[in-house]
């Protein structure tokens, strides 16, 4: 069904969880940009500025996102959120920045009545989307299931506790936004105003290209092999990230097993929504509600962006490749 103040495009497009800038050829640039790639975050991270040939920014910023993931990621033994997994129940100091992200993402869980909720470490971990271990088990799900209520997470100052000492928390779903955003912002802080930090799939647009004109980001076509665009979104200063049921999945008997977990299942969840690309002042934010997008639906989705400070708009693609735009985006097709 059409929502009234959405703008319907074609049924046959579908975006890609993976946008690509479009810079423009290099004879356009005075000088040569300065570009570094590093595996980082489980992806291949790049960082090019345009307007600067002081690569101390330029390793500086890689260098904040490598510190950022070992504070992070629920992998790294003595990170804050693997400390706080391990200790039991009880009460682990951690560095303000971990303070927060995790009350920042419980805003967003008590806004989606706990659709979105970090606390799923147990069942994330469960499920291999690779597809060589299967499927976990019901019983498997059920129990990991029981820990998972981001009303378990007790923060006091610069504490943090879980209720349950059985629970995980998962920064995967905001860590790379939040990252995102504080490399732009030590970017910017040393000078620079033209440059673009790609995550993955997260964007960030610093300032505008240095001729003046917008970034145009391509939002390239899912499971293309040739590495096909759909449409480019034109921003400055802005974050864009995608989002979709496609990234990270395996078909086992002819069903599709997608890395967005249902909290309250603990399976794959379903809804409208297969596909989501948000444009956003704040990537963290651009992170949490292109995964809210497919947890609610297109329906609910749409309420919770009118309910986010930072938003600016949204494309969700539907299970019948109709794709919705919300607020102030546009796809040049």
């Not at 489980?42 to 510190?67: K, N, W």
């Not at 802080?189 to 290209?209: C, E, F, H, P, Y």
């Not at 599709?256 to 299942?265: R, S, V």
Request: proline share 4%; net charge negative; aromatic share 6%.
């Amino acid at each position: 069904m059409r929502m009234p103040g959405k703008k319907v495009l074609s049924k046959a497009i579908i975006l890609a969880a993976l946008p690509a800038i479009i810079a423009g050829c290099a004879a356009e640039q005075q000088t040569e940009p300065l570009s570094e790639t590093r595996l980082l975050l489980d992806t291949y991270c790049t960082i090019t500025i345009y307007d600067t040939q002081d690569r101390t920014i330029l390793t500086g910023a890689l260098d904040l996102c490598a510190e950022y993931e070992a504070l992070l990621s629920m992998y790294v033994e003595s990170s804050d959120v693997w400390r706080i997994n391990h200790a039991g129940g009880e009460p682990v100091a951690v560095a303000p920045q971990t303070v927060e992200i995790i009350v920042e993402s419980l805003k967003y869980a008590e806004l989606t009545g706990g659709m979105f909720d970090i606390t799923v470490g147990r069942l994330s971990t469960l499920w291999d989307f690779s597809g060589k271990s299967g499927i976990p088990t019901m019983q498997e799900i059920a129990l990991a299931r029981e820990t998972v209520d981001y009303r378990q997470v007790i923060i006091s100052g610069n504490t943090v506790q879980l209720a349950n000492p059985n629970t995980w928390i998962d920064l995967g779903g905001v860590a790379k936004g939040y990252i995102a955003d504080k490399a732009a912002a030590f970017i910017k802080d040393r000078g620079s105003g033209s440059a673009v930090i790609n995550l993955g799939g997260n964007i960030v647009a610093v300032g505008q290209k240095p001729d003046g004109s917008p970034w145009r980001v391509g939002v390239a076509k899912p499971f293309s092999e040739r590495n096909d665009l759909i449409g480019v979104v034109n921003t400055s200063e802005a974050s864009i990230v995608s989002s979709g049921v496609y990234e990270r999945q395996f078909v086992e008997n002819g069903v599709l097993y997608h890395h967005i977990l249902d909290p309250f299942t603990g399976m794959p969840v379903r809804s409208d929504s297969v596909g989501a690309t948000v444009l956003s002042v704040s990537s963290m934010e651009g992170d949490i509600l292109s995964t809210i997008a497919l947890l609610l639906g297109s329906e609910k989705a749409a309420a919770t962006f009118s309910n986010a400070p930072g938003f600016i708009g949204a494309a969700l693609v539907l299970e019948d490749g109709e794709l919705l735009l919300h607020g102030d985006i546009d796809i040049e097709g």
